[in-house]
T-cell receptor, first 115, second 115 residues
Framework: EAGVAQSPRYKIIEKRQSVAFWCNPI?????LYWYQQILGQGPKLLIQ????????DSQLPKDRFSAERLKGVDSTLKIQPAKLEDSAVYLC?????????????FGPGTRLTVL | QQQVKQSPQSLIVQKGGISIINCAYE??????FPWYQQFPGKGPALLIA?????SEKKEGRFTISFNKSAKQFSLHIMDSQPGDSATYFC??????????????FGKGTHLIIQP
């Protein structure tokens, strides 16, 4: 079974530029999550999708971050404009369905460096 | 506000010894407590998880002990091996109304097993 795919794996940008990350979840997984992992910390939830609808975006900085999952499969996370403090690894995870007991499978992440 | 507190931040254990990592939570609505293992450059991977209706769960060399009244849980790694060297995260989530079940992570423990 293929895992969660993410691209790019690494991205370096200047502050105030924009950037987008892509995630392809495990086939058949209805629930998709984006997490931000700052160096030396645990992942922090940014947004949760159920199919193509948003379930929870309470921790997403909506003035600069946006995310979509238009067809209920792939998802993109965008930052515009980027700030220095956005330097982090952005992790995508998916689960078969929502419900806390469903295992979340994580992708390898995209490491973003903002200069 | 950090809802899951993890300790220690780093841990060095001799090969064959027992590694113990502790976590405490505040939100009594949490009903799922997983431990994730993360290797450098990889996404977190589920190691073992427990629900609050049991006090202990064992899978191979890995055991979770759970104390609901104290709002604490811990990971024990028996017969620790060099291959166990990684960063370990405790996490928690709840099955909330609307299906929001994103994980709240601790800050992580960097475990080194010395041969």
């Amino acid at each position: 079974e293929a895992g969660v795919a993410q691209s790019p794996r690494y991205k370096i940008i200047e502050k105030r530029q924009s950037v987008a990350f892509w995630c392809n979840p495990i086939s058949g997984h209805a629930t998709l999550y984006w997490y931000q992992q700052i160096l030396g910390q645990g992942p922090k939830l940014l947004i949760q999708f159920q199919n193509n609808g948003v379930v929870d975006d309470s921790q997403l900085p909506k003035d600069r971050f946006s995310a979509e999952r238009l067809k209920g499969v792939d998802s993109t996370l965008k930052i515009q404009p980027a700030k220095l403090e956005d330097s982090a690894v952005y992790l995508c995870a998916s689960s078969l369905d929502r419900g806390s007991f469903n295992e979340q499978f994580f992708g390898p992440g995209t490491r973003l460096t903002v200069l | 506000q950090q809802q899951v507190k993890q300790s220690p931040q780093s841990l060095i254990v001799q090969k064959g010894g027992i590694s113990i990592i502790n976590c405490a939570y505040e939100n009594t609505a949490f009903d799922y407590f997983p431990w994730y293992q993360q290797f450098p450059g990889k996404g977190p991977a589920l190691l073992i998880a427990i629900r609050p209706d049991v006090s202990e769960k064992k899978e191979g060399r890995f055991t979770i002990s759970f104390n609901k009244s104290a709002k604490q849980f811990s990971l024990h790694i028996m017969d620790s091996q060099p291959g166990d060297s990684a960063t370990y995260f405790c996490a928690a989530s709840s099955s909330r109304v609307g299906g929001a079940d994103g994980l709240t992570f601790g800050k992580g423990t960097h475990l080194i097993i010395q041969p």
